[in-house]
């Protein structure tokens, strides 16, 4: 792969480290990540090293066509599964590009990985994010009670995931640029 999947209306690119300092400002944003999950608050020397201990390839910008960077996505390993995470920008929710995303990295994933599971969780408050997963064809599986300290609060959050069987065969990706 060489840095690109794409999609219909957005593309994924591989984050490379000269989109630290984008991330870094998102991640310091209470907007970006919204009421629903933590906020890392970490410095572009955090992001550097954190970025230089994992996969590569599990970090994602989400793109529109035009090139304008609209969030992102990761996956990383889970066992005999791969779990995904993503996030787009407060002006960009909404509009179906979150769902193509998870489209595409689920795809991908199928395509490449030999995995019998994609799961993600979401805070059980966050109803868009509930949509997105479900839309794509995951399945809710049960709650991860007090997952997460959100905003000074234990926080349970929802599982769902997606079996290799229930997949079949690619909805979204067009092709690996």
Same mark, same amino acid.
């Given at each position: 792969m060489s840095g690109m999947l794409e999609g219909r209306t957005v593309n994924l690119r591989i984050m490379e480290k000269e989109g630290l300092p984008l991330i870094a400002e998102w991640s310091n944003s209470l907007d970006f990540w919204g009421e629903f999950d933590f906020i890392p608050q970490m410095s572009r020397a955090d992001f550097e090293n954190m970025?230089?201990? =994992?996969n590569p390839e599990g970090w994602f910008f989400l793109e /529109? /066509?035009?090139g304008s960077k609209i969030g992102c996505i990761n996956h990383r390993p889970r066992g005999t599964a791969q779990e995904l995470g993503y996030a787009l920008l407060p002006s960009? =929710?909404?509009k179906g590009y979150g769902a193509e995303a998870v489209m595409i990295m689920v795809d991908y994933l199928f395509l490449t990985k030999e995995i019998v599971r994609i799961q993600a969780h979401t805070n059980v408050g966050n109803k868009a994010s509930q949509r997105v997963l479900e839309k794509v064809g995951f399945k809710r599986e049960g709650i991860l009670r007090k997952l997460t300290f959100v905003r000074g609060v234990w926080t349970n959050f929802y599982l769902y995931s997606i079996l290799r069987e229930e997949w079949k065969e690619p /909805?979204?990706?067009t092709r690996t640029a």
């Open positions: 970025q230089a201990s =994992r /529109k /066509k035009d960009e =929710r909404g /909805k979204i990706l």
